[in-house]
C-alpha cells in the first residue's frame, strides 16, 4: 500500500464561473516524487481538465513555477517528502494573472525582461553580426557576471517581491538582475546608456531590499545582489 | 484581491522569506509609526490645543496654561507606552537604515561568485546580518531603558 498525501490546488476556469476555489486530491507517493509528478498524477488519472506548465521536468526551464505550501519554488524540483507536511497546497504565482489553474500569464513580465535589452550592444555592430569574431573574456571579467546569467526566467524572484506585488511600474528582481548582467558584462560597450532609463523613481529605486527574490531562486542567481550592485551604478554614475 | 489587502499581507507577513524580509518589515513599519509620531507630534505641541499664537503673542502666561494643559493631556500611561515603543523603532530604523544605505552604494556586500549548491544569497552578508542584530540590540536596550524611565521596571 503506498503512502497518500492530499493536494489542495487552487482551480480557476475563466469561461465557467471565474470564481477560484481550492479543490482536494489525493495521490499515492513514492520515495523521490516531485510536486510536479503529483499533479502529473491528479491530471492523468484523476481529473484531465487540470491546467499545469511544464517542460523540462529538471529546473532548467522555468516552465512550472507555483506556489507550493505558500513560497515560489518549482514543481519540477521540489521533492513532496522534502515539504515534511500530509496536505501539500498549490496556487499559482503570485503577482502575475492567472489565465487558468495553476498557468499564468508572463507578458508583464517578459516585458520587463525585454525592457532592459538583454543583449550585447556593441558599438561595431557589423562585425558582431557579420562575422565570426569572438570576443575575449578574462576569468576576473566572466565572474562579474555569470552568477546572473543563470537566471531560468521562472518568475520565482517576481512572485516573491514585495514591491511587485502593490507597484506594477516596478521592473522586478528578474529584469533588474539582467540589466547588471549585461552592464556589468566587459564584452558589452552600453555602458551609462544601459543606466540612465532607470535612473526614475520606479524603475531600480523602488527597490527595498527585502531580499525574498534570491531566498527562493533555485538557480542561485540572487538578484537582490545584482540590484544593489546597479543601484550604486546608477547613483554613482548615471 | 484588492491592492490594499496585497500591501497589507506582503508588508505585515514577513515569515519563511528570511532575515532580510524581517528586516524589511520592521523598516517599514517603524518608518510608518515615526512619520505619524513625528505629524502627532507637531500637531500637539504647536497646534492643537491653541494654536501657534499662544506661543509668539503675549500674554505668555496664557501659553504656559496651554503648555501645562497639554502636558497633562500627555501624562498617562498610554502615551508612555506609545513612546516606549517609538524608542526601540527610532533606534532599528536609523541604524538598520545605515546598513541599507551602506548596501545600496555596494559597501557591505559580498561580490558575485559562481553559484554553487546549497545557495547562500551574498546580498544578505556576515556583516549586514551582524549590523541588523546591532540594531536589534541597541533597540531592545532603549526599550528597556524607557520602560525604566516611564514604569521603574529596574528600580527596586
Given at each position: ?238 | ?70 502636558k497633562e493631556f500627555l501624562a498617562n500611561p498610554l502615551f508612555d507606552a506609545g513612546l516606549v515603543v517609538l524608542a526601540f523603532m527610532i533606534f532599528f530604523h536609523s541604524i538598520n537604515g545605515v546598513r541599507l544605505v551602506l548596501a545600496h552604494f555596494g559597501l557591505i556586500l559580498k561580490k558575485p561568485t559562481r553559484p554553487e549548491y546549497p545557495y547562500h544569497p551574498g546580498s544578505m552578508s556576515r556583516i549586514q546580518r551582524v549590523i541588523f542584530w546591532v540594531s ?21
Amino acid at each position: 500500500m503506498l503512502e497518500e498525501v492530499k493536494f489542495k490546488v487552487l482551480r480557476y476556469d475563466p469561461d465557467k464561473d471565474g470564481k477560484k476555489r481550492f479543490q482536494e486530491f489525493r495521490v499515492p507517493i513514492r520515495k523521490g516524487m516531485t510536486v510536479l509528478q503529483g499533479l502529473l498524477h491528479i491530471k492523468e488519472k484523476i481529473d484531465p481538465t487540470l491546467s499545469i506548465r511544464f517542460s523540462c521536468r529538471m529546473a532548467t526551464c522555468g516552465s512550472c513555477g507555483m506556489m507550493i505550501n505558500g513560497l515560489p519554488r518549482l514543481a519540477c524540483y521540489t521533492l513532496i517528502e522534502e515539504l515534511k507536511t500530509r496536505t501539500v497546497v498549490v496556487e499559482p504565482l503570485r503577482n502575475f494573472p492567472i489565465v487558468k489553474d495553476l498557468v499564468t500569464d508572463f507578458e508583464e513580465f517578459f516585458n520587463k525582461h525585454r525592457s532592459v535589452k538583454p543583449y550585447l550592444i556593441r558599438i561595431d555592430t557589423y562585425v558582431q553580426e557579420k562575422s565570426n569574431t569572438m570576443y575575449l573574456q578574462s576569468d576576473e571579467e566572466l565572474v562579474r557576471y555569470v552568477q546572473f546569467a543563470y537566471c531560468i526566467k521562472c518568475g520565482l524572484c517576481y512572485a516573491a517581491c514585495p514591491v511587485v506585488a502593490t507597484d506594477k511600474t516596478f521592473l522586478g528582481p528578474q529584469a533588474l538582475a539582467q540589466a547588471y548582467r549585461y552592464y556589468a558584462d566587459s564584452r558589452d560597450e552600453a555602458g551609462v546608456d544601459r543606466l540612465k532609463p532607470l535612473g526614475d523613481g520606479s524603475s531600480l529605486l523602488r527597490c527595498h531590499f527585502a531580499a525574498s527574490c534570491s531566498q527562493v531562486c533555485p538557480k542561485g542567481v540572487d538578484p537582490a545582489l545584482a540590484i544593489q550592485l546597479l543601484r550604486k551604478e546608477v547613483l554613482l554614475r548615471s | 484581491m484588492s491592492t490594499l489587502l496585497t500591501a497589507l499581507r506582503t508588508w505585515l507577513v514577513p515569515f519563511r522569506y528570511g532575515l532580510e524580509r524581517w528586516s524589511y518589515t520592521m523598516q517599514r513599519i517603524s518608518g510608518v509609526v515615526i512619520a505619524l509620531y513625528f505629524v502627532m507630534h507637531v500637531a500637539s505641541t504647536g497646534q492643537v490645543v491653541g494654536g501657534p499664537s499662544v506661543w509668539t503673542l503675549p500674554p505668555y502666561e496664557y501659553a504656559k496654561q496651554v503648555w501645562l494643559e497639554t502636558k497633562e493631556f500627555l501624562a498617562n500611561p498610554l502615551f508612555d507606552a506609545g513612546l516606549v515603543v517609538l524608542a526601540f523603532m527610532i533606534f532599528f530604523h536609523s541604524i538598520n537604515g545605515v546598513r541599507l544605505v551602506l548596501a545600496h552604494f555596494g559597501l557591505i556586500l559580498k561580490k558575485p561568485t559562481r553559484p554553487e549548491y546549497p545557495y547562500h544569497p551574498g546580498s544578505m552578508s556576515r556583516i549586514q546580518r551582524v549590523i541588523f542584530w546591532v540594531s536589534v540590540a541597541l533597540a531592545t536596550a532603549a526599550l528597556v531603558y524607557s520602560l525604566d524611565v516611564f514604569f521603574k521596571v529596574l528600580q527596586p
